[in-house]
Nanobody
Framework: VQLQASGGGLVQAGDSLRLSCTASGRAFGNYALGWFRQAPGKEREFVAAVSWNGVGTNYAISVKGRFTISRDNAKNTVYLQMNSLKPEDTAVYYC??????????????????WGHGTQVTVSS
């Protein structure tokens, strides 16, 4: 599966932004999907993941309650709704896919496929 993220931009602290990631290829519903981010000078970190059917989710503590991940299998798209953005959310955001279809809060999400990133910049 090939992944293409979009929706990044420059916003102010407290604003909202929605990222999208569209997949090409077959059997989109066979994958769990997730988002990672990488800030300048830092390692890539997990943000959120959603199971193949949209029921199971997993969030990093730093975004739980502010970000919501969802998917639309009919559109081959996964979303990341980001609310109450903070300057520390500034990063390049990447979407990723895993053949392990289930997702459980607290269980590490390990993708095999990665998309190109989209830049999110939050000004104070």
């Amino acid at each position: 599966v090939q992944l293409q993220a979009s929706g990044g931009g420059l916003v102010q602290a407290g604003d909202s932004l929605r990222l999208s990631c569209t997949a090409s290829g077959r059997a989109f519903g066979n994958y769990a999907l997730g988002w990672f981010r990488q800030a300048p000078g830092k390692e890539r970190e997990f943000v959120a993941a959603v199971s193949w059917n949209g029921v199971g989710t997993n969030y990093a503590i730093s975004v739980k309650g502010r970000f919501t991940i969802s998917r639309d299998n009919a559109k081959n798209t996964v979303y990341l709704q980001m609310n109450s953005l903070k300057p520390e959310d500034t990063a390049v955001y990447y979407c990723a896919a895993s053949t392990v279809r289930g997702v459980v809060q607290g269980v590490t999400f390990r993708p095999q496929n990665w998309g190109h990133g989209t830049q999110v910049t939050v000004s104070s």
